[in-house]
C-alpha cells in the first residue's frame, strides 16, 4: 500500500513515522514539500504519487492564536483538508484525518459520541469542524478520529511544560474545572492503524481511557517522577485565555473498541509508559 503522510514534523506524526508498517509504501511530506492549503500542489502531489491511502497530520493547532489568526486557522484546518479530500476522491485513495473534542462545547456532561451535535466554542474548534464537514462532502472513502489533549515526543505538550516547571518551582497552580482524557500519540497512533487495517470509515473518538482534569493529570505527572512540587488546583478563571475552553469534553471510545476487539490503554499508564521512556521516572528531564 502505497502512504502519502502529511505534517510529518509534528507531535501526531513523529508516532506514525515509528509505527507504519514497514511493508507499506510511504511519502513522509511537510510544508515544505506539501502546503494542504494549496489546492494546485495537493492535486499535483497526489495525482503523481498516486496513494491508496492518505494520512493527514497537518493542522494549526495554537488554539489561543487561532482566535486572532483565524483565516490562517481555517485555511489550514478547514481549506487544506478540503484540498485532501478532493484529490482523494479523484484517485479512489482513503483519507485518514484527525479532529478534536474542541468541537463540543462541554455541557453534556457525559462523553460525547461520534453522533453529538458539535458546538464549538473558539475558533479552533470552528476550523476543526469544518475540515470535518468538507472533508464528509468531497470524498466517501474517509475516516475522521476525534481525540484530545495530545502529548508524545516532537513537539510541545503539557506533559512537557509541568516538567519544566517542577525543574525549579516548589509549587505550580493548575486548572482544575476542564475534564477530558489525555492521550499519548503513541496509542493513538497504534489504535488508528489499527482502523486503517480494519477498512474502518467514518468518524471515530480514540482517546486513552478515563478521564481527568489538568490538575489530575499534573498531579500524575508529578507523582510517577518523584517531583517534590506541590500542584494547587485552581479554576480557569485564574487563568484567562483568548480561547474559550469546553469544561468536559471527553470522548466516548466505545465505537473505536468495539472495532478494534479492545479497550484503548488507561491513561495513566499510557503516561507512565511515556516517562519511562523518557528516562523521567527518576525525575531526571532528558533534552
Not at 513515522?17 to 494549496?38: C, F, Q, S, V
Not at 493547532?61 to 476522491?89: H, I, M, Q, W
Not at 469544518?130 to 466517501?140: L, M, Q, S, Y
Not at 510541545?156 to 493548575?174: G, Q
Amino acid at each position: 500500500m502505497k502512504v502519502l503522510l502529511t505534517g510529518s514534523k509534528g507531535m501526531l506524526a513523529h508516532a506514525f513515522l515509528k509505527k507504519i508498517p514497514k511493508e507499506w509504501e510511504l511519502l513522509a511530506t511537510d510544508i515544505e514539500d506539501l502546503d494542504i492549503t494549496n489546492p494546485v500542489l495537493v492535486e499535483k502531489k497526489i495525482q503523481q504519487f498516486q496513494p491508496d491511502l492518505i494520512i493527514n497530520c497537518a493542522a494549526y493547532t495554537k488554539v489561543d492564536d487561532s482566535e486572532t489568526n483565524k483565516e490562517l486557522a481555517f485555511s489550514v484546518n478547514g481549506a487544506g483538508p478540503a484540498n485532501l479530500a478532493r484529490a482523494a476522491a479523484q484517485i479512489g485513495a482513503q483519507l485518514v484525518h484527525f479532529s478534536t473534542d474542541y468541537i463540543f462545547d462541554g455541557t453534556k456532561g457525559t462523553p460525547y459520541t461520534e453522533e453529538d451535535k458539535p458546538h464549538p466554542l473558539n475558533v479552533y474548534g470552528a476550523s476543526k469542524l469544518e475540515g470535518e464537514r468538507h472533508i464528509r462532502k468531497n470524498v466517501n472513502n474517509h475516516l475522521i478520529i476525534r481525540t484530545q489533549w495530545l502529548y508524545g515526543e516532537g513537539g510541545p505538550n503539557f506533559v512537557k511544560t509541568i516538567l519544566e516547571l517542577a525543574k525549579d518551582r516548589e509549587s505550580i497552580k493548575v486548572v482544575d474545572d476542564q475534564r477530558g482524557s489525555p492521550t499519548w500519540t503513541e496509542d493513538l497512533s497504534d489504535a488508528s492503524i489499527e482502523l486503517i487495517k480494519h477498512h474502518c470509515a467514518g468518524t471515530f473518538h480514540v482517546v486513552n481511557s478515563g478521564e481527568c482534569s489538568w490538575y489530575g493529570f499534573a498531579c500524575q505527572i508529578i507523582k510517577e517522577t518523584g517531583h517534590k512540587t506541590k500542584v494547587i488546583p485552581c479554576a480557569s478563571t485564574e487563568f484567562p485565555r483568548p480561547a474559550r475552553r469546553p469544561a468536559y469534553s471527553v470522548l466516548s471510545t466505545e465505537k473505536a473498541k468495539v472495532l478494534l476487539g479492545r479497550p484503548i490503554p488507561a491513561w495513566p499508564i499510557a503516561i507512565g509508559s511515556f516517562l519511562k521512556e523518557r528516562g523521567e521516572i527518576q525525575g531526571l528531564l532528558r533534552a
